[in-house]
């Protein structure tokens, strides 16, 4: 896990190269932490945490932030006093070609059935 | 989760229908499971569980190898005293098309790095 020392708001987050095929799957394997990729993969920008409407407490919440956040599937920066999330799209698509389009995919069909 | 009366030897599986992405990916999370899904997609056929080499205990293995076929990403069958485990290939990509090759892409990149 990389951490930065530039300050108690700055946000701590994987390197590219310590993104663990393992720890993305294991985020991505939660309803809730899938409905808040889905959402940040269907706004292409940047999302306030405010944004997304959760059907659980704001400390559920952060916590599925976080677990996306360390585990290298979103990145997260204070704007002002937003706390703003985006994908990384780049950083996984170099990593593992086609994995997350594939299991945007797989979460759009699912949705469709149920 | 679907059940068979057929005998305690027959072991339970999902139907196709009951098969859901949080659980597939929740399975395929595990650095272990990847290893056996990955064993198994290179065998192209279906594999004894003694064929695995996994660096765990018996117990550790038996529940991976449960993990793997609850949550529907493999089947298994008792075939005389061995019990013989298999993709669901079919299944999978009928439900999540594109998804297990790009999981087993991702492996196999990671692991080529590692």
Same mark, same amino acid.
């Given at each position: ?30 309803? +809730?932490?899938? @409905?808040?990729?889905? *959402? &940040? ?5 940047? !999302?306030?945490?405010?944004?997304? =409407? ?13 677990v996306l956040r ?13 706390? +703003?999330?985006? @994908?990384?799209?780049? *950083? &996984? ?5 086609? !994995?997350?389009?594939?299991?945007? =995919? ?9």
């Amino acid at each position: 896990m990389a951490t930065t020392a530039a300050g108690s708001r700055e946000l701590a987050h994987p390197e590219r190269v310590g993104i663990r095929l393992e720890g993305v799957l294991h985020a991505l394997s939660d309803p +809730m932490r899938l @409905l808040i990729v889905r *959402d &940040l993969a269907a706004a292409e920008c940047e !999302l306030a945490c405010s944004a997304f =409407a959760l059907p659980v407490s704001k400390s559920t919440s952060t916590h599925h932030f976080r677990v996306l956040r360390e585990s290298g599937v979103i990145e997260q920066a204070y704007r002002g006093t937003a706390k +703003m999330s985006g @994908l990384r799209r780049d *950083d &996984l698509e170099e990593l593992f070609p086609g !994995l997350l389009d594939a299991v945007l =995919a797989a979460a759009d069909a699912q949705a469709g059935r149920d």
